[in-house]
């Protein structure tokens, strides 16, 4: 019989409880004494103090545990390698997800990490030991940083994984680190090979690990947090050394499930099906309107739950990502499913309902997250149809050779009719041109320095990526990056 979504987030914490954990609600996704982060990106974020040693494990009733497991809402939506465009156009990177997590504040380390791991998916979950890889981290000469000879160890002696399913990667996938200096570590990822059985035959699963493709999918990572690294470079052992796992939720849903997509799982269906009823369109019946829904399937999610837990729409920072991210559903609502007035508000009563028993917080919130996203909605589509008709006669009105939309373009849209940069390139990018960046931020700085003579700035007016990129991961790699301080990890 399927698992429903709750039965598999119950048999995780459940797992782990009896791994004698602590099970400890989702941090809100606004970080709380955080500033130089915009949004909780990966389960760590919550735990920074714990693995800088200023704390020694987790408080809860009086007491301090050495052992946790959570479900912690993440959102990763900019950034020099944000999943963003990604999102509804593949089936697996969402705005906002839950990564689920057991961690190890100086308690157990790799053995029982990997252990566990594999028996729960395994044992527990019952997935084919066939279709499982593991990766390790395979050390880098030049950064100075060994090899994880003792995680490619445990996989083989701890488990009965075959030989030829353990990999080696390097640091952009199996190295964590929290910033140039401080905490870090190698880490160990698991992935599924999903094809039918006469694929997998004619191409080797371990050929597509790490190479972004939907059919051989990673779900989890181990980080393994044993070294400080020094300012000249070098590391030191930690007194103390942890475990920070992060597993892709809606990921393991589906293959549970026994899904190919995400957005087939009854975390989104109940979605989707409200969004299929609103536009008229079945689900499944077009590649175009599909992606359309996906994709406001899922930033309702994100924009649901960052507004429940303290942000709210503004020309600003988190406010702005915010905003980005509805315009962008709007967009898509609009322009594909003909959806011509407000109505995401609906999903919010869906989604507070479907979350009541994990994130209370929204169900708690909806009157203001209604409102909220109603008025927000509702200002936008007050100009979207002038913008994308603007939007239409420029682009007709290029030359045949032209492939650029000038920035004063791009200004225009942005500054008459509310469109975020980042709305602006999707829009021309599905027409195959490109923006003239450099002129559109000349304009926006222009813009700026008038308000500021004019004595009425607002700081952080402007929406560039960049300057919006510093608070984010620059993703993948870890499950935990931390990326306030640092930009280093790449993809
Ligand atoms: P990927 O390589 O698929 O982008 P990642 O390496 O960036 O994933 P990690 O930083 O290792 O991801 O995060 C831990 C886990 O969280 C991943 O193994 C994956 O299951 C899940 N995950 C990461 N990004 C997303 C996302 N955008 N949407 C849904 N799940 C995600
Ligand atoms: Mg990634
Ligand atoms: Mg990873
Ligand atoms: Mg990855």
Request: aromatic share 10%; glycine share 8%; with cysteine.
């Amino acid at each position: 019989s399927v698992r429903s979504s709750h039965q598999i987030r119950r048999d995780f914490f459940e797992f782990f409880r009896e791994k004698k954990h602590i099970i400890v609600e989702s941090a809100p996704v606004v970080p709380e004494n955080d500033p130089t982060l915009l949004f909780i990106n990966a389960g760590m974020n919550p735990f920074k103090p714990i693995f800088l040693g200023e704390e020694q494990g987790l408080k809860r009733s009086g007491k301090q545990w050495q052992r946790a497991a959570n479900t912690q809402k993440c959102i990763r939506v900019s950034g020099k390698h944000n999943d963003l465009d990604e999102v509804g156009h593949d089936t697996y990177h969402h705005t906002l997800f839950e990564m689920l997590g057991n961690w190890s504040f100086g308690d157990y380390f790799k053995k029982e990490a990997i252990a566990w791991a594999w028996e729960l998916l395994v044992d527990r979950w019952g997935l084919e030991p066939d279709r499982l890889y593991a990766t390790v981290f395979e050390g880098d000469d030049r950064d100075g940083l060994p090899a994880d000879e003792e995680a490619a160890g445990l996989w083989a002696s701890e488990t009965p994984i075959a030989k030829d399913h353990i990999l080696k990667y390097g640091k952009a996938d199996n190295f964590w680190e929290m910033g140039d200096t401080g905490p870090c570590g190698p880490c160990s990822e698991v992935h599924i090979d999903l094809r039918p059985d006469a694929e997998r035959k004619k191409v080797d699963g371990a050929t597509l690990v790490n190479q972004d493709d939907p059919r051989v999918m990673e779900i989890w990572n181990l980080v393994f947090i044993q070294f400080n690294r020094q300012k000249d470079g070098s590391l030191n052992p930690l007194p103390a050394r942890h475990v920070d796992t992060g597993m892709g939720f809606e990921r393991i849903v589906a293959v549970l499930q026994g899904k190919r997509s995400n957005y087939d799982t009854d975390i989104f269906t109940p979605l989707l099906d409200a969004i299929s009823k609103r536009a008229g369109v079945a689900y499944g019946k077009a590649e175009q309107t599909d992606i359309a829904m996906r994709v406001v399937a899922d930033h309702i999610r994100a924009v649901s739950f960052a507004v429940a837990d303290g942000a709210a729409p503004s020309n600003e920072d988190r406010g702005y990502v915010i905003r980005r991210i509805l315009r962008r559903a709007s967009r898509y609502a609009w322009d594909r499913l003909n959806i011509r007035e407000a109505f995401m508000a609906e999903l919010v009563d869906v989604l507070a309902e479907q979350f009541a028993d994990v994130f209370p917080e929204l169900k708690e919130k909806k009157r203001h997250v209604t409102k909220v996203v109603t008025s927000e909605e509702t200002s936008f589509l007050r100009t979207l149809d002038q913008g994308i008709a603007y939007f239409n006669q420029m682009t007709e009105s290029m030359s045949g050779g032209q492939s650029v939309i000038s920035g004063d373009d791009a200004f225009k849209l942005h500054d008459t009719y509310g469109f975020p940069i980042d709305l602006t390139e999707l829009m021309a990018r599905e027409r195959g041109l490109k923006v003239d960046h450099e002129r559109f931020h000349e304009l926006m700085e222009e813009q700026k320095d008038r308000a500021r003579k004019a004595g009425k700035f607002k700081s952080g007016e402007d929406d560039d990526q960049p300057d919006l990129s510093r608070h984010f991961s620059t993703s993948a790699g870890t499950g935990s990056e931390f990326t306030g301080y640092d930009e280093r990890k790449s993809t």
